[in-house]
């Protein structure tokens, strides 16, 4: 793995990790929406068990007041961002779900507020909605984050979009907000919104019948035809109905299919004849750190 990930060094974006003993530091030049104090006797990344995790509603939906949290086994609130952790065994991830399949409120993980609930976007006061339903469930990869001061030199120079790393789920169900999901990555699309990059790993709940068919970009066009080219032009059209022009696509318009993923989470990815990583900024569990 260290092998590969070594061989398309030339080609990685470039990303920071943030483990041992740089993470202080790192954490501290961090802009504050990306920082989170976490409360003294919360359950830690380690001893949590996911399946015990469960979303919990407050106030009403479609209300600027509604936030979905996630608590344990406990009750106790914990954050879908930071203490979820990002792998689930045997080469697959958790996925936190953000907006479940064929719903339109945009929704999203509070970055700025304690436990990172989820709650809907907002802009100018007003709540943000998609101009038509997402065809897929849509959240993100726990732990991880789009470093904004990290420059792409695969991707027309695009720095990281200082969010979390973003997943489109493409299985039968339809999930609910708060859900977290086991799932495996397929490929990967380098989305350029407004200049920044804002990666989409498209990705199968293990849940799913079709899981076992599919493991490459191939397999979805396979088993999914036709889902990859309408993924992308979901997220390339979907601000045009307010004004703002096509998001665009790096990597010559397609998808990079996932080869691996090694034990400093970097995603080794094949596109057309080379290869070259994603490596995802983390954040490890913090506690006593900050």
Do not use: C
Not at 257 to 279: E, G
């Amino acid at each position: 793995m260290a092998t590969a990930a070594t061989a398309s060094a030339t080609a990685a974006t470039r990303f920071t990790l943030l483990a041992g003993a740089g993470l202080r530091s790192r954490i501290s030049r961090l802009p504050t929406a990306v920082r989170f104090q976490r409360p003294r006797g919360l359950t830690t990344t380690a001893l949590l068990k996911t399946v015990d995790l469960k979303p919990k509603e407050q106030g009403q939906p479609e209300t600027l007041d509604y936030r979905v949290f996630l608590v344990d086994g406990g009750g106790r609130k914990v954050s879908p961002w930071h203490d979820v952790p990002l792998r689930a065994g045997d080469g697959a991830f958790h996925f936190i779900v953000e907006i479940p399949k064929e719903s339109s409120a945009k929704m999203e993980v509070a970055t700025d507020e304690a436990f990172t609930p989820i709650k809907q976007d907002t802009k100018k006061g007003n709540l943000r909605y998609y101009p038509y339903n997402i065809n897929w469930n849509y959240g993100l990869l726990p732990q991880t984050w789009e470093d904004p001061t990290s420059a792409n030199s695969d991707v027309e120079g695009a720095f990281g979009d200082n969010d979390p790393v973003d997943v489109v789920e493409i299985g039968e169900r339809s999930a609910n907000i708060g859900d977290v999901l086991k799932v495996k990555p397929l490929a990967a699309l380098a989305m350029i919104d407004e200049g920044e990059l804002d990666w989409k790993i498209v990705a199968i709940s293990l849940d799913d019948p079709k899981a076992s068919l599919v493991n490459d970009v191939d397999d979805v066009e396979k088993h999914f035809p036709g889902t990859l080219t309408a993924i992308r032009d979901w997220f390339r059209d979907y601000k045009i109905p307010d004004g703002k022009p096509a998001n665009r696509f790096g990597l010559g318009n397609k998808p990079a299919s996932k080869v691996s993923l090694n034990s400093t989470f970097l995603f080794s990815l094949k596109h057309r004849d080379y290869s070259y990583s994603l490596m995802v900024s983390l954040f490890v569990s913090t506690r006593n750190m900050l």
